[in-house]
């Protein structure tokens, strides 16, 4: 499937165009992305799923700023963000985008406030308090702000880690296989979780998953192969998806 997969009119919250990515060099050089193109509007929730070795996770963090591509270009908004000194990449990328991870990434000795305020102290900036106790009201951990990670669920864990991507008001979230380490019912109220954050606040949420039925909250999926886009389904449902899936050996 080649071109841009569009949004509709609006400036896309997030976009690549003409995406490589290689690794190594000569005759070891692996082709991680070939030239994809695909952009993410305001307010939308896109799965990118595809077997193992497709390159989704690589689009992932090249969307996110966290690797760079090879070739091609990666924008937020207007704002072109590949080719940004590092400093600079970093600092938009604390104020704009937000990460969650399938491990969480939590520091154990650290509260639960400690760890939603550690990027901002990192970055150099007083914590809004204020802003830490409602994020973490959003994701319905209200009255467990000084509890350790270990005190915690691996629900709770990555709510956690949710609100920690969220304090900043990014207007994107990109997740890698935020339900991964999950049970199955635990998975549904982050899934339910990181909708209610498209749908009531308008963010963009961009999501690794190789689940069919996580696919099933997005707006929509992307499927790749071999570093490649080859289809895309809009208004998913887990059975659709599991069908394309096979189709792909995914």
Same mark, same amino acid.
């Given at each position: 499937? !080649? /071109?841009?997969?569009?949004?509709? /009119?609006?400036?896309?919250?997030?976009?690549? !165009? %003409?995406l490589y990515r290689e690794y190594g060099r000569g %005759?070891?050089?692996v082709r991680a992305l070939r030239g994809v193109s695909v952009a993410f509007g305001p307010g939308t929730f896109t799965a990118v799923m595809g077997p193992s070795g497709s390159g989704?996770?690589?689009?992932?963090?090249?969307?996110?700023g966290m690797d760079r591509p090879t070739r091609g270009s990666v924008r937020w908004g207007d704002t072109?963000?590949?080719?940004?000194? +590092?400093?600079?990449?970093? +600092? &938009?990328?604390?104020?704009?985008? %937000?990460?969650? $991870?399938?491990? $969480?990434? &939590?520091m154990p000795a650290m509260t639960v406030v400690q760890n939603v305020e550690l990027p901002g102290r990192l970055a %150099?900036?007083?914590p809004d308090r /204020?802003?830490?106790?409602?994020? &973490?009201?959003?994701v319905g951990l209200a009255g467990r702000e000084g509890h350790r990670p270990g005190q915690l669920s691996g629900g @709770?864990? @990555?709510?956690?880690?949710?609100?920690?991507?969220?304090?900043? /008001?990014p207007k994107v979230l990109f997740a890698d296989e935020p339900t991964g380490a999950l049970d199955r019912a635990t998975g549904h109220e982050v899934l339910a979780l990181l909708r209610s954050g498209v749908d009531r606040d308008g963010r963009t949420c961009v999501m690794v998953t190789h689940d069919p039925v996580a696919a099933g909250y997005a707006d929509r999926v992307l499927l790749l192969a071999d570093g490649l886009v080859v289809d895309e389904l809009d208004r998913p449902t887990a059975a659709r998806v599991?069908?394309? &899936?096979?189709r792909l050996g995914g």
């Open positions: 499937m !080649d /071109g841009m997969t569009e949004t509709s /009119g609006a400036v896309a919250a997030a976009r690549a !165009d %003409g %005759g070891a050089v989704k996770t690589t689009l992932l963090h090249c969307l996110a072109e963000v590949s080719r940004l000194p +590092e400093r600079r990449l970093a +600092e &938009l990328r604390r104020s704009r985008v %937000g990460f969650v $991870f399938q491990a $969480f990434n &939590l %150099g900036r007083r /204020g802003r830490v106790l409602e994020a &973490l009201a959003r @709770q864990q @990555q709510r956690v880690a949710i609100a920690r991507a969220l304090v900043s /008001g599991a069908e394309r &899936l096979s």
